[in-house]
């Protein structure tokens, strides 16, 4: 249920009761709503971006910078999530092509290079073309078998070409 729908809903129910309940009520309901839509919102990964909008904290965009900068593969990783918008998938997995020799990058991007978008894969593979190993290089060459889209298959190969050259070792 959505916000608009449970106020809709709380007036409705207002209707109904005495005028003596009628504080109470609100309090109650409003407070039962604003827990609702944040354990969903919990629970989708998004709670981050909420408290954002309330206190005034840095964009998603300045995280993934400072998170890069600080090498938080980890928590570039949290936004890659099939959960979260395209455009902040794509700009995680770009992020993760900035932290070189970390092995949870290049696994997630791994993992990535076989997901539903193409515009995620070709993402992923353009990552993996600047921090792929030769440990990755028969998984790309598996997945570019695998592959319909010829735009994916050539972003595939590329990036096993140049993850030839690179060796596994992860500091």
Not at 4 to 30: A, D, H, Y
Not at 74 to 83: G, L, M, P, Q
Not at 116 to 134: H, M, P, Q, V, Y
Request: charged residues 35%.
């Amino acid at each position: 249920m959505m916000i608009t729908e449970g106020i809709i809903c709380l007036f409705q129910n207002l209707m109904i009761l005495s005028p003596v309940n009628t504080e109470q009520f609100i309090l109650k309901r409003s407070m039962y709503i604003h827990y609702n839509f944040i354990e969903r919102k919990r629970k989708m990964g998004l709670l981050d971006s909420i408290k954002g909008i309330f206190s005034g904290a840095k964009t998603i965009e300045e995280k993934l910078a400072k998170w890069t900068e600080d090498r938080k593969s980890s928590k570039i990783e949290a936004y890659t999530d099939e959960s979260v918008e395209k455009e902040i998938r794509l700009l995680a997995i770009k992020a993760l092509a900035d932290i070189s020799r970390d092995e949870l990058a290049v696994n997630t991007c791994m993992k990535l290079i076989t997901d539903d978008d193409n515009d995620i894969k070709l993402a992923a593979c353009e990552s993996l073309k600047r921090i792929g190993t030769k440990r990755e290089v028969d998984r790309l060459y598996y997945v570019e078998t695998t592959e319909q889209d010829p735009e994916v298959k050539k972003a595939l190969l590329a990036a096993a070409v140049s993850s030839k050259e690179r060796s596994p070792r992860f500091l």
